[in-house]
Every structure is written in C-alpha cells, then in structure tokens.
C-alpha cells in the first residue's frame, strides 16, 4: 500500500523533511509512525498526537487505505 | 467573510469588530491572545507560528460553528496569525456578538479554549538565553527521551 | 489614564486597548455593550444616559480596583458612554489583560456586572410606538402603582 | 435639621425638581424619601432603591446630620 506522509514543526525538524511517500505495510497512523520512528531516529523521541487523514482531523486508530495522505503532527500550540 | 481565518499580515481587530456589529446585539465580546515576553519562566524574545491552513480552516470553522449552535449567540469570527511574530503582536483574535452578554462571554471562551486545543498550529518561541523551542514539545517525547 | 471614565464622546476601542498593552501579559479580554434595537419586546429607536459622574467614577475606579485585587489580572480599564445614543453605538468598553486569559475572562464579566449593578447610571430608551421610559422603573414602582 | 436632596432622572421627572432645601425630622434617608413622597404625589408611585450621602453610596436607613446633601437614586441601569 502506497501512502504519503507529511511531517510539521517538531516532526519535521526531527526527521528534516517535510514529506515523503512510502510504501508500507501498516494498517494505522499508529503502526505508520512507529515505522517512520525507525527509519528517522530523530523522530524517535516523540510520540504522535494527533493526525489527519486526507486533510480530515483522524485516529491513530483508524484503517488506512491506498492512496491517503497521512499528517503528523505534534502537540498543537495556537493562541 | 469567513468565520475563521488565518492572516500572514497583521491583524486589525476594528475591522472584524465592524464585520461583527449587528443592531440586534447588545453584547460583543473580543478576546487577544498577545505574544508574551515570558512562558514557563524562560525570557521571550519573539516567536513564529507554523500554520497548516487547510485544516486549520476548516476546523476552525466548526468551532464557530459549533459556539453558535451551542450558546445561541449571533455572530461570531475569529483570525489567527501566522509566521514571525514580536512582543505584545496579537496572534489571534476573537469576536462574539450576541443580544445577552452572558452567552458572547462563554462562546468567546470555548472559541479560544477550542482554538488552542484543536487546530493544527505549532509555536516555536526564540528565547533571551539564545535558545529556541516548540511549545509543548517537551510533553510530547516518549517517557525516558528528551525531546532536544 | 485614570481606570474608569465618563464619555460624552463616541468611546475608541483602540485607544483603551493601547492604554493596557502589555508585554507580560499573554490575554485580553474587552467587552462593549451596544445599543440594541430591542428591549423586553419593544422596538427601540435610540436612548439617553443620564450619569452622575463625580459618584459614577468614584465607585467605577473601586470596581476596577476590586477586579485587579480578586482575579489578579495586569492591567483594567473602562468608559461609559453619557449622554444621547443611537443603535450600534458603543455605550460601555471594558478591557482587561493578564498574563493568562482564565483571569482576564473573569475580570472583564466581574467589571461589566458590577457597573449594571452599582454605578449611578440611567437609561432613557425610546421606541418605535412613541413612548419613552427609563429603563428598570417599572420595577422600581410600589406594588399596586403604576410608574408612568 | 437642614439637608439638601437631589433627584435623578425618573425621580427628576416624577418631582419636576433635580435639586430642594428642605428643613426636615427625618433620622434616615427612608423617612426622608417618605417625606419627599408626600410633598410630590409623583414620588408616591415609586421607592427608592440606592441613596447616596455626600457623593458616597450609603444606606436608607443610615442616620443623617445637618448639612448633608442626599441623592435619591432610582434603580441603575448602566451598560
């Protein structure tokens, strides 16, 4: 299963880059970043938070499917 | 205009307040959120908020939304900054007008309490000692690790 | 500035708020009351305030002292309006900032309450059917009297 | 006993007169009222609700001296 992954502020300081596809095995958000968490060490230090699939705020729970776009992203800080 | 927004210019509080005016309210409400010279005891020097607008937009929309539908107030908005930001900058702005007051002060406070839980926005503050940081990323390293 | 004032003349928000900007404060909440064209079910047209002003920011500077001291906010301020209105206008601001919005959320309803509640201020309302009256003197007629 | 009165909006209407000298009895401010009541059959209809005794808030049924100026206060509505 194709998907492709984007990373924001900590995330993608931590991993030094923004997006990128992958080709994977993980049926969720939850599996996918453990996945990318050993393929950037930086990326280790932190847990997910919260996600969005295909610009809808998800689960880390939740069944992905070919084609999604997932966004990681950590903590959030407006206001 | 949109309920939500999200600004990469200043943002003029007179000009959402005239969005908002309505000849049936008698209560308007308007929260700032102002960039703070100190958090958690370290000196701030300035910051820059990280925005990803898309979602930021259309979920800020439903907060609003859902502040109308839940204290029944009239008209409500709120814009929220982005990029480089200096001391007392506003970098959001709400507004809430109703015919009671009581109601456009609680859909003020679950805007902004929404606003800061929900939206896709991260701040990274510049600090006096040289250092730099996003906010709340120390609670987000796993047990055990620090975050930088 | 002093912390509360009387206004014959149309109130800016603007100039309140710069009055209160503040680097160690993070939130600020302003509340206005605008002139509403309804009132209990009648239509209003437009209204007076009559202000007795020597006792009215006497007791208006305690509110805001009272404020400060109970919810440990910075920086309060407020005006009230004086004199003949019409709909939309702004006819009291309230602007509180504090280092957290929590306090200036509190602050700023404690500030517009106590003004209803304790300055001596009258409002004249007239509506669409001719009459006018002041406002709560119903109330204040003796039971098996009629005010006006 | 000499004391000075003001009246303030509907009591101003009521009465006709924003301001009176009058040589009273009255201990408090509740007596005085009663009194006034008598004098203007406008007053009648109304009680009053806050008095003030030389521009500070103070009670109906403080006592007063020669020489003060009390201020009948119909009920506020500020805001």
Same mark, same amino acid.
């Given at each position: ?79 | ?56 937009? !259309? ?7 859902? +502040? ?5 107030? *009239?008209?409500? &908005? #709120?814009? @929220? ?41 991260? !701040? ?7 250092? +730099? ?5 120390? *609670?987000?390293? &796993? #047990?055990? @690790?620090?975050?930088?």
């Amino acid at each position: 299963m194709k998907v492709e992954i984007r990373y924001f502020a900590a995330f993608r300081e931590a991993t030094g880059i923004s997006a990128e596809p992958v080709d994977t095995e993980a049926g969720t958000p939850a599996e996918l970043f453990a996945e990318c968490s050993r393929r950037h060490p930086g990326l280790a230090a932190y847990s997910a938070s919260m996600v969005a699939v295909n610009d809808e705020m998800s689960d880390l729970h939740c069944a992905l499917t070919d084609g999604d776009t997932v966004l990681f992203f950590p903590p959030v800080a407006g206001g | 205009m949109s309920a939500f927004a999200v600004s990469a210019a200043p943002i003029e509080p007179a000009a959402l307040r005239s969005e908002l005016t309505d000849p049936g309210c008698g209560g308007y409400v308007q929260f700032e959120g102002w960039v703070r010279n100190r958090n958690e005891g370290k000196g701030v020097l300035s910051l820059e908020y990280e925005v990803y607008e898309p979602l930021a937009v !259309k979920e800020g929309e439903r907060i609003i939304a859902e +502040a109308i539908e839940r204290f029944g107030v *009239r008209r409500a &908005a #709120a814009i @929220h900054r982005s990029g480089p930001l200096e001391l007392t900058d506003l970098a959001v702005l709400v507004g809430v007008a109703s015919p009671h007051r009581s109601e456009a002060f609680r859909a003020c406070r679950y805007i902004i309490d929404e606003i800061k839980l929900r939206l896709p926005i991260w !701040k990274k503050e510049y600090y006096a000692d040289g250092s +730099a940081e996003w906010v709340n990323c120390r *609670r987000c390293s &796993a #047990a055990g @690790h620090h975050a930088d």
